[in-house]
C-alpha cells in the first residue's frame, strides 16, 4: 500500500512539473526509476510510456486555453516521428555511461538556456512566428525523445520560444500537445525492443494525469521567469545526480 501512495505522489508531483512548463517529465522520470533500481535503458522506454499517458491530460487543458498552434504541430512532427524512431534504435546500441553522459550534459545546456531566455520579448501574440526553423526543432526533438527518453518536451520548449519566437505561452500549450505524437512514437519502438516496463507506468500514470492537469492549468497564472530560474536550478541537479 505504502509503495501505491509512493507512486502516485511521484507522479503527482512529475506530472506537475510537466503541465506547468509544457515539458514530458522524463528528464525527472528517467533518473528517479534509475533510482528505483531500473536499467537505463528500461528506465528511458519506461519514461516515454509515462510521458505518453500524461501528456494527454496537460494538452487537453492548454487546447481549452487556446494555447496551441497546430501548424507547428504538424510540422514539427512531421520530422519527429521518424526521428524519434531512429533514435531510440541508436539508445539500444549505446552502453549505459554513454547515455548517463549525453542526458546530464543536454540537462546543463537546457538550464543555460533557460536562464539566458529571461531577456526574450514578452510578446503576446503569434505573428512573425519563423515556421520554417520547425522542421530543425522536429529532428532535434525526435532525435533526443528516442534517444534519451525525455520527450523533446525540455527542448521544445526552449526553441520553441527562443528560435521559433513563439510567446512563452504558446510554446508550453504547443508542446504539450507535441510531445505526445513524438513520445508515443518512440515508446512503440522500446516497447517491442522490450525496453517498457508496463507495470511501472501503470502505477506512475494516475498521479501523472492529475498533476500534469493541475500543472497546465497554473501555467496560465504563474510567472515565467520565477518558473524557467527554478527549472533551470532543478536541471543542475538532476544532471548532477546522473553524473554520480
Known amino acids: 500500500m505504502i509503495q501505491y501512495l509512493v507512486d502516485f505522489i511521484l507522479g503527482l508531483a512529475i506530472g506537475g512539473v510537466a503541465g506547468l512548463l509544457g515539458v514530458g517529465g522524463g528528464f525527472l522520470i528517467v533518473p ?9 535503458h528500461q528506465a528511458i522506454g519506461t ?10 491530460s496537460s494538452a487537453y487543458t492548454h487546447l481549452k486555453k487556446g494555447a496551441v498552434l497546430f501548424r507547428v504541430v504538424i510540422v514539427k512532427e512531421s520530422f519527429s516521428v521518424p526521428s524519434a524512431v531512429l533514435g531510440a534504435y541508436l539508445a539500444a546500441m549505446l552502453p549505459e555511461g554513454i547515455l548517463r553522459g549525453i542526458f546530464a550534459f543536454l540537462l546543463m545546456y537546457l538550464a ?7 531577456e526574450c520579448s514578452a510578446r503576446t501574440g503569434t505573428t512573425g ?21 525525455i520527450s523533446g518536451g525540455v527542448l521544445n520548449v526552449p526553441l520553441f520560444h527562443t528560435f521559433i519566437e513563439l510567446p512563452m505561452r504558446y510554446a508550453v500549450g504547443t508542446s ?5 505524437f513524438t513520445a508515443f512514437a518512440a515508446t512503440w519502438t522500446h516497447y517491442h525492443l522490450g525496453q517498457v516496463r508496463v507495470e511501472t ?7 501523472l494525469i492529475i498533476g500534469a492537469h ?4 497554473a501555467a496560465h497564472s504563474v510567472s515565467p521567469t520565477k518558473l524557467k530560474l527554478a527549472f533551470a536550478l532543478l536541471l543542475i541537479l538532476v544532471a548532477l545526480k546522473m553524473l554520480v
Open 201 to 207: 507506468a501503470l502505477l506512475l500514470a494516475p498521479g
Open 129 to 149: 512566428v519563423r515556421y520554417r526553423r520547425v522542421p530543425l526543432v522536429g529532428v532535434i526533438s525526435g532525435l533526443t525523445s528516442g534517444l534519451l527518453g
Open 112 to 118: 543555460y538556456t533557460m536562464v539566458r531566455s529571461r
Open 32 to 40: 528517479t526509476l534509475t533510482l528505483m533500481g531500473l536499467p537505463v
Open 214 to 217: 493541475i500543472g497546465a492549468k
Open 47 to 56: 519514461s516515454l510510456a509515462c510521458i505518453t499517458i500524461s501528456s494527454l
Open 176 to 180: 504539450s500537445l507535441a510531445l505526445f
